[in-house]
């Protein structure tokens, strides 16, 4: 067995070796150039790094060659260690063409349209630290989701920063350090040693090939010096022992005290104080779609993803099978529980969410029929806009506008993912948008609003005829659910309200004047509901000890909870993983998916019954 161990790292170094220079197989090397530096073009410059004026040129030739905005330089002396944190970071197969890719680069230097960096309201310096860059490359990505791109640029000279600046880079460039990647070489080393001393032959050879990898993922990218080239695989070997306490050196130099820290924790302990129970409102009798009171509590549950206090108990109605929250949020409750779950402290992390992959957004795009030929789209509930971004790129020639309330729309605006965005309640502008737009889109919207009649009744009213009405909502009503009640993803208390049935909305939107011409549950399921479970379970042991809504501040004793509440969690991801896999071909056959959507089409001259249904003069006096 210990020989066996030492062979199979051996075949795992040589296959990350492997795996690592194939994801710079497209890392591009400048062409020489005599052309001027276009006028358009600025260079943000790393302190250290020499950035000679042939190199410049050959990067603007470049990026006008190719359609660039972002383009970030790799020297090429970059240090072949330096270069392999670049392969684990970015896949330059992927990179331009992944709209949704974290900006990551050398952070050297980097050459941006200046278009771009006054959309992102950044200076022009050469005076940078790696570390700033860092943060700046993962910024401007998201300006130029698709004319971003990395190359070799001959000429230009990389900093050669001391250990500490360069784990700091590291932590930088990671981003979440304590949390993969970063500690990945140290495992890799720690493999290495083990199989060592487990079978000395097979070790060296396991050595070897480690310190070998380096310069054979460099080859024919970077041209890194002599002494480089020797002394990396030394350092490869004996450093990454001193690696943890360097970077937790670096986490305390690099990372200064939040100032909102303390008056964010203080404000969210002052509204606990006062009591959650009056965030909510008064318990309701009656079923707020139908009216009936035959009302049956189907779960009970706390707050699943941040654990912020408060229980939220979930009711179905026996007539019409509507399940919501009662007693519901209250104004001042959405904004305690919605703060810093989209933005704020959790900002970068929900975007990272939405920014996973870009299937289900394109499957969206698709669901208009082939004869809707839309000039203007408008999205409502939109986020952070990576709907409208993915869609515009589908559908050229559509404009894309949005609706939402949180910050991330209005920094999607600034991006360009979305052409304008309303930072307004949907129903507040009816009279604005009335006749503007061939399609609206509700993607997990209807769920979060107090009233989703009224914002049917305000979509009716401002489609015009012909216009199609796209809505997906998680599916309450189907086994899901049933199975894992309070810790259901789909049931995310206490942000959701409302779980419409499937037929009642499409009898409230025919009310409307509006004819549905297409339902789907098997091509919107989302995979993970016991995936998710072990997720809340982690949370519910020890959230991260820092959130300032929690009753006692972060310890050494509580930091070690989560870290054993994430040691004994992991090994139950894999069975979680199996059980969604088999219960996948049950769930996606009829009407058993997680979510479904319902595409509806406006009918031309049709009035709303009266069952449901108001003009935009009546709902802008409302």
Same mark, same amino acid.
């Given at each position: 067995?210990?020989?066996?161990?030492?062979?199979?790292?051996?075949?795992?170094?040589?296959?990350? =070796?492997?795996?690592?220079?194939?994801?710079?197989?497209?890392?591009?090397?400048?062409?020489?150039?005599?052309?001027?530096?276009?006028?358009?073009?600025?260079?943000?410059?790393?302190?250290?790094?020499?950035?000679?004026?042939?190199?410049?040129?050959?990067?603007?030739?470049?990026?006008?060659?190719?359609?660039?905005?972002?383009?970030?330089? !790799?020297?090429?002396?970059?240090?072949?260690?330096?270069?392999?944190?670049?392969?684990?970071?970015?896949?330059? +197969?992927? *990179?331009?063409?992944?709209?949704?890719?974290?900006?990551?680069?050398?952070?050297?230097?980097?050459?941006?349209?200046?278009?771009?960096?006054?959309?992102? =309201?950044?200076?022009?310096?050469?005076?940078?630290?790696?570390?700033?860059?860092?943060?700046?490359?993962?910024?401007?990505?998201?300006?130029?989701?698709?004319?971003?791109?990395?190359?070799?640029?001959?000429?230009?000279?990389?900093?050669?920063?001391?250990?500490?600046?360069?784990?700091?880079?590291?932590?930088?460039?990671?981003?979440?350090?304590?949390? %993969?990647?970063?500690?990945?070489?140290?495992?890799?080393?720690?493999?290495?040693?083990?199989?060592?001393?487990?079978?000395?032959?097979?070790?060296?050879?396991?050595?070897?090939?480690?310190?070998?990898?380096?310069?054979?993922?460099?080859?024919?990218?970077?041209?890194?010096?002599?002494?480089?080239?020797?002394?990396?695989?030394?350092?490869?070997?004996?450093?990454?022992? =001193?690696?943890?306490?360097?970077?937790?050196?670096?986490?305390?130099?690099?990372?200064?005290?939040?100032?909102?820290?303390?008056?964010?924790?203080?404000?969210?302990?002052?509204?606990?104080?006062?009591?959650?129970?009056?965030?909510?409102?008064?318990?309701?009798?009656?079923?707020?779609?139908?009216?009936?009171?035959?009302?049956?509590?189907?779960?009970? +549950?706390?707050?699943?993803?941040?654990?912020?206090?408060?229980?939220?108990?979930?009711?179905?109605?026996?007539?019409?099978?509507?399940?919501?929250?009662?007693?519901?949020?209250?104004?001042?409750?959405?904004?305690?529980?919605?703060?810093?779950?989209?933005?704020?402290?959790?900002?970068?992390?929900?975007? %990272? #969410?939405? =920014?996973?992959?870009?299937?289900?957004?394109?499957?969206?795009?698709?669901?208009?029929?082939?004869?809707?030929?839309?000039?203007?789209?408008?999205?409502?509930?939109?986020?952070?806009?990576?709907?409208?971004?993915?869609?515009?790129? #589908?559908?050229?020639?559509?404009?894309?506008?949005? !609706?939402? #309330?949180?910050?991330?729309?209005?920094?999607?605006?600034?991006?360009?993912?979305?052409?304008?965005?309303?930072?307004?309640?949907?129903?507040?502008?009816?009279?604005?948008?009335?006749?503007? *737009?061939?399609?609206?889109?509700?993607?997990?919207?209807?769920?979060?609003?107090?009233?989703?009649?009224?914002?049917?009744?305000?979509?009716?009213? &401002?489609?015009?005829?012909?216009?199609?009405?796209?809505?997906?909502?998680?599916?309450?009503?189907?086994?899901?659910?049933?199975?894992?009640?309070?810790?259901?993803?789909?049931?995310?208390?206490?942000?959701?309200?409302?779980?419409?049935?499937?037929?009642?909305?499409?009898?409230?939107?025919?009310?409307?004047?509006?004819?549905?011409?297409?339902?789907?549950?098997?091509? &919107?399921?989302?995979?993970?509901?016991?995936?998710?479970?072990?997720?809340?379970?982690?949370?519910?042991?020890?959230?991260?000890?820092?959130?300032?809504?929690?009753?006692?501040?972060?310890?050494?004793?509580?930091?070690?909870?989560?870290?054993?509440?994430?040691?004994?969690?992991?090994?139950?991801?894999?069975?979680?993983?199996?059980?969604?896999?088999?219960?996948?071909?049950?769930?996606?056959?009829?009407?058993?998916?997680?979510? *479904?959507?319902?595409?509806?089409?406006?009918?031309?001259?049709?009035?709303?019954?009266?069952?449901? %249904?108001?003009?935009?003069?009546?709902?802008?006096?409302?």
């Amino acid at each position: 067995m210990r020989r066996w161990f030492a062979i199979t790292t051996c075949v795992l170094v040589t296959a990350n =070796g492997v795996r690592l220079r194939l994801r710079l197989r497209d890392l591009a090397r400048a062409a020489r150039s005599a052309d001027p530096v276009a006028g358009t073009h600025a260079f943000l410059v790393a302190d250290g790094v020499g950035l000679p004026d042939e190199a410049r040129r050959a990067a603007s030739a470049h990026a006008l060659r190719e359609g660039l905005e972002v383009l970030d330089l !790799v020297p090429e002396d970059l240090s072949a260690e330096r270069l392999l944190d670049l392969a684990r970071l970015v896949d330059t +197969s992927r *990179y331009r063409g992944n709209r949704f890719a974290a900006g990551r680069g050398a952070n050297q230097a980097l050459l941006v349209d200046r278009r771009v960096l006054a959309r992102a =309201g950044i200076e022009e310096r050469e005076d940078y630290s790696p570390l700033e860059l860092a943060e700046l490359t993962r910024r401007l990505k998201q300006y130029a989701p698709s004319t971003s791109d990395l190359v070799v640029v001959a000429g230009l000279t990389a900093s050669r920063p001391g250990a500490a600046q360069r784990v700091r880079g590291q932590v930088a460039a990671y981003r979440h350090p304590f949390q %993969g990647l970063a500690f990945l070489p140290a495992a890799r080393a720690a493999a290495v040693a083990a199989s060592c001393v487990a079978s000395p032959g097979w070790g060296l050879a396991a050595a070897a090939l480690s310190a070998a990898q380096p310069a054979a993922v460099a080859a024919g990218r970077v041209s890194p010096g002599a002494r480089d080239t020797l002394a990396g695989p030394a350092r490869r070997l004996v450093g990454w022992p =001193g690696f943890a306490v360097d970077l937790a050196r670096a986490r305390r130099a690099g990372v200064g005290p939040d100032p909102e820290a303390s008056p964010r924790r203080r404000r969210y302990q002052e509204e606990i104080a006062a009591g959650v129970e009056g965030l909510l409102e008064t318990r309701r009798d009656t079923c707020p779609w139908c009216g009936s009171a035959a009302l049956a509590l189907r779960a009970e +549950s706390g707050d699943t993803t941040l654990r912020k206090p408060g229980l939220f108990r979930y009711e179905q109605c026996a007539d019409c099978a509507l399940i919501f929250q009662n007693p519901r949020l209250t104004p001042a409750g959405l904004d305690f529980y919605y703060r810093d779950f989209y933005d704020g402290l959790n900002a970068e992390r929900a975007e %990272g #969410m939405f =920014g996973a992959s870009d299937l289900g957004y394109r499957a969206r795009a698709a669901l208009l029929p082939p004869e809707a030929k839309p000039a203007n789209w408008l999205d409502v509930g939109a986020g952070h806009g990576h709907f409208c971004l993915v869609a515009a790129g #589908m559908l050229p020639g559509v404009g894309f506008d949005a !609706v939402d #309330m949180g910050d991330g729309i209005d920094a999607a605006e600034r991006r360009g993912w979305v052409r304008h965005a309303y930072r307004k309640m949907f129903p507040e502008i009816v009279d604005e948008i009335a006749g503007r *737009y061939d399609v609206i889109s509700m993607f997990h919207y209807l769920e979060h609003t107090p009233d989703p009649k009224l914002e049917l009744d305000t979509a009716a009213a &401002a489609l015009p005829a012909g216009g199609h009405l796209i809505i997906e909502v998680p599916h309450g009503q189907g086994p899901s659910f049933k199975l894992f009640r309070g810790l259901w993803v789909g049931l995310c208390p206490p942000q959701h309200l409302h779980f419409i049935p499937p037929d009642e909305l499409v009898k409230a939107l025919a009310d409307r004047g509006l004819t549905t011409v297409t339902t789907q549950f098997s091509q &919107a399921h989302l995979f993970g509901d016991a995936v998710a479970v072990v997720y809340y379970l982690a949370q519910k042991l020890q959230p991260n000890p820092t959130l300032p809504w929690l009753p006692d501040e972060a310890t050494p004793a509580r930091w070690a909870r989560r870290v054993a509440a994430l040691a004994v969690t992991a090994p139950l991801y894999p069975v979680a993983f199996a059980v969604d896999a088999l219960m996948l071909p049950y769930l996606l056959t009829g009407r058993r998916a997680n979510i *479904y959507r319902v595409v509806a089409r406006k009918e031309p001259d049709s009035a709303p019954t009266a069952a449901g %249904g108001a003009s935009a003069a009546t709902l802008a006096g409302r």
